[in-house]
Every structure is written in C-alpha cells, then in structure tokens.
C-alpha cells in the first residue's frame, strides 16, 4: 500500500480533526478511572461500586452511540460531533462548580461522560466517508487511534487529583477540550457521499442482518477488553499491587498506549492480509494474556508485561474489525458504526464491572479476567466458523463495479 496514494484518497485535515476530537473525548469519557483510588477514599466507596463507578461511562457511552450514529446519518457527523462537545463540556462545568459528593452523583456524572464516549459513533464515519474500501484499515486506525486519549487521563489526571483535588480535575479536564472544539470547527468536513437521511425504523434494518450481530460481538470482545481494561487498569495495580494511585496511573497510560498504537497498525494488516487472518491471530493473543493476568504474578513489572501484550492485541483488534465493517455495510456505515460500536462499550461495561466484582466476592481480580477470556476464545472460534461464508458472500453484495473486498 502505498502512503501517498492514502493521502491523495482522502481529506487529511479532516482524518486529523476526527483523530484529535476522538482522542479528547476518550480522555474525558475514561476520567473516573484513573480518578477511581482518589474517589472512592473521598466517598468510602467498596470495590464493587469502584467497578460500576468506572463501568457507567462504558454503557453510558455505549447506549449514546446508538443515538449518534442516527444523527450522523441525519445530520452528518460535524454537526453531531459539535452538539455532543458542547453536551460534554456543560455537564463538566456544572459538575466542577457544584461538586459531586456522594455515589449517586459519581453514576450522574458517569452518564454524562458517556457522551463523550459516544464519539466513537461521530470520529469514525466522519473519517471513513471520505476513503476508499482499500484504505478503509489504516484510516479508521488513524481516527481510532484517539482512545489514546484513555491513556492521557491515566497520565495526568492521578497527579493533577494529588495537587489539586479530584473535583478540580473534573474542571480541568473542560479546557483541552475547548481547544479541541476550536480546532475541530476549523478542520473537520463532511463528506460529499453523504447517505440520504432515513425513517429511524430504517435504521433497526441493519439488525435483521446476522453479519452485524457478528461484528457487534468481534468488536464487544476487542473494544470492550480495551476499554473495559482502560477505565480499571489504576484501581488494579494500586489494589492488586500497592503501586501509588500516580504512578498505577504510570502503569495504566504505558498500557493504553501500547493498544492505541497497535490500532492503526491491525487496520494496516488488516488491509494487507484480510481481517478474518488478522483477527483470528488476534483473539488467540488476547485470550492467552488475559488468562495469564487472571493469575497474581509475581511483580507489578510483570503483570504490566502481560497486560501490554493484551492491549496491543486488543488495539490491533479494533482496527481489524473496522476494516471488516465498511466492507459489508458501506453504506449504512454510520448506524452500523453506532450498533457496533455500542456493543464494545457493553463489553467494556461488563468487564470493568466483573473485574469490582470479582473483587469483592473474592478478594481477587481472576474471575473477571478468566471471564472475559473465555469471550475472546468464543470469538475466535465464531470467526474460524464465519470465514469460508464471509469470503464466499460479501464479494458479490455490492454489485460488479464495487470495489474489491478483502475479507
């Protein structure tokens, strides 16, 4: 693939906007979890409500792209992004001057940060509409990319929490995002393809389809173990290990990077070599780490060894699922990016709430990780299932003159 054939396809400045914008919600949409050992001190939190606490930005988020994913389609996906900045930035306003004080308000304000979460059901269309089927892989990497953005919070937020306060982070946490807006108003364009706006009972059609029940399950195991992992990484290491709520964060960002970096690179190799071959090494990467977190190992060093291996699995993961998804539904890529990107928020919702639960049941982290393990095996054996149908079908979906497709 050549590199200047991708940037003569599409429209740069807009991939760079969907990127950014994507990146600093993420940051916001993941903030109670690296907040989380400082919360839940404040609030006398136990650790099954330290697990919904950082588990409701996930489901949140994974309802709110249901949503967005119609009103990019209607709207298109700068307008939507734009409203959903201006959501995000009131209710960290209003939380910053009011104070949150108590459990109840802690799950409001996880609500809220889901839609910051939602921006997955914006960046990605946004980005996608304007490249070709080839190019698919890397460009939704490239805006993918931003859950980068998860590791910002875990780099920043617990040391901010220590000088100044956790609230006061919550305030903090508005101005990045103003300039992102800035930046986003400037640079992001809708591309001319735009699908034709449809009846929202449309839109369900795309359920009747088994293809994307399928990819909603790839993505709840790839996306969810990423940001079911990203939002508890901190209450992990701090509880698991006795690391300092800072350098747990330390710990947490060098593993959200890890997998935000591997993300564009699975999308790549996902264009090379198909994403059936790429996800089906993958899942067997990823199940065989998350496994081996389950067990207490012997380090702190050693655990973050396993745990980068995971994420990069699992970031390379979201990449390949997104090249599989334009292929199959290029047209109705923004609900199915909304359908599909919902369910990687419902697995991040569960993981991250199994993993306090565990905990509290059992004084031990392992069966959530084993749990979730067992999914990413289930996955694997779905899509060794799927690939001779997919490969077989979905070339002759879209008519003679469509782009080639590689499954």
Sequence with gaps: MSIRSFLKSGHTPTLFAAFLYFDLSFMVWVLLGPLGVAISKSLHLDAAQKGLMVATP??????????????????????????????????????????????????????????????????????????PPKHQGLALGIAGAGNSGTALAALFAPT?????????????????????LV???????DAPNQPRAKKFVEYLDVLKVPDCWWLMLLYGVTFGGFSGLASSLTIYFNGEYKLDPVIAGFFTAGCVFAGSLARPIGGAVAD???????????????????????VHVASAWSALTVIVIGMMALGAGNGAVFQLAPQRFPKEIGVVTGFVGAMGGVGGFYLASTLGLAKQLTGSFQFGFLGFAALAVFALFALLGLKSQWRAVWPTLHGANAAPVRV
């Design 272 to 294: 090379r070599f198909g994403g059936v071959r790429a996800l089906t090494v993958i899942y067997a990467i990823a199940a065989m780490a998350l496994a081996a977190a389950s």
């Design 160 to 180: 901010l929490a220590k000088s100044y306060g956790w609230n006061n982070v919550i305030g903090l946490a508005a101005l990045p995002l103003m300039v992102v």
């Design 58 to 131: 996930l489901l949140a988020g994974a309802a709110l792209r249901l949503v967005n994913g119609v009103l990019v389609d209607h709207f298109g996906p700068k307008r939507t992004g734009v409203l959903s900045q201006l959501i995000v930035l009131a209710g960290l306003g209003f939380a910053w001057f009011v104070g949150v004080h108590n459990f109840s308000q802690v799950l409001l304000l996880g609500i809220v940060l889901g839609v910051a979460g939602a921006s997955f059901a914006v960046a990605l269309p946004l980005a996608s509409r304007w490249y």
């Design 183 to 189: 930046v986003y108003l400037l640079l992001a364009k």
